[in-house]
């Protein structure tokens, strides 16, 4: 799958891209295999029903990979479905995880069939809130579920329904 917008390239990964993968996952795989079983993981749950979506995102004027967009059913969320966004620290503050999260929302909508998306942010991110508000995500209260360190966490729960993003976009 592969997307575009003004000033971004974004499409999923293959096994080939392992090394990309790694360039962004430091702590989370330890070697090019680590990565080429966790991209089999994720077709697999695709394949078992499962949404799991992961867009790398490059510019297109260097052709540099700066980051990745997702699109996941989260059994923490009771399998709602969650967008989430990072690009590297360089790249911040260029309206670039804005770019590609809507590039991902308008997928997620147009193409998968979701008429809600969830994102969940912690409460002392205000430039991941700033990119959820932006895309037209309401704040619906607080979610307590595990951070990336299986700790749990409070975090700031956020919806759109499509119905809504028809009007927004």
């Not at 080429?36 to 695709?46: E, L, S």
């Not at 394949?47 to 510019?59: D, F, K, M, Q, S």
């Not at 309401?138 to 759109?160: H, I, S, W």
Request: glycine share 6%; with cysteine.
């Amino acid at each position: 799958m592969e997307l575009y917008t003004e000033r971004l390239f974004l499409r999923t990964i293959t096994e080939e891209d392992a090394e990309i993968v790694r360039a962004f996952g430091k702590d989370e795989f330890a070697s090019d295999e680590d990565v080429r079983n966790w991209i089999r993981w994720v077709k697999a749950k695709n394949e078992e029903g499962r949404l799991i979506v992961n867009i790398y995102i490059w510019l297109k004027d260097s052709d540099q990979c700066i980051g990745r967009v997702y699109i996941h059913s989260k059994p923490e969320l009771n399998l709602e479905v969650e967008i989430g966004y990072g690009i590297a620290e360089e790249y911040r503050n260029n309206g670039y995880a804005a770019e590609a999260a809507k590039a991902a929302v308008r997928y997620a909508f147009e193409e998968t069939g979701q008429n809600i998306l969830v994102a969940i942010v912690k409460p002392e991110n205000t430039a991941s809130r700033r990119v959820i508000e932006k895309l037209g995500f309401a704040n619906n209260g607080v979610r307590t579920v595990p951070d990336e360190n299986g700790k749990m966490c409070e975090f700031d729960y956020f919806q759109l329904h499509r119905e809504d993003w028809l009007t927004f976009a």
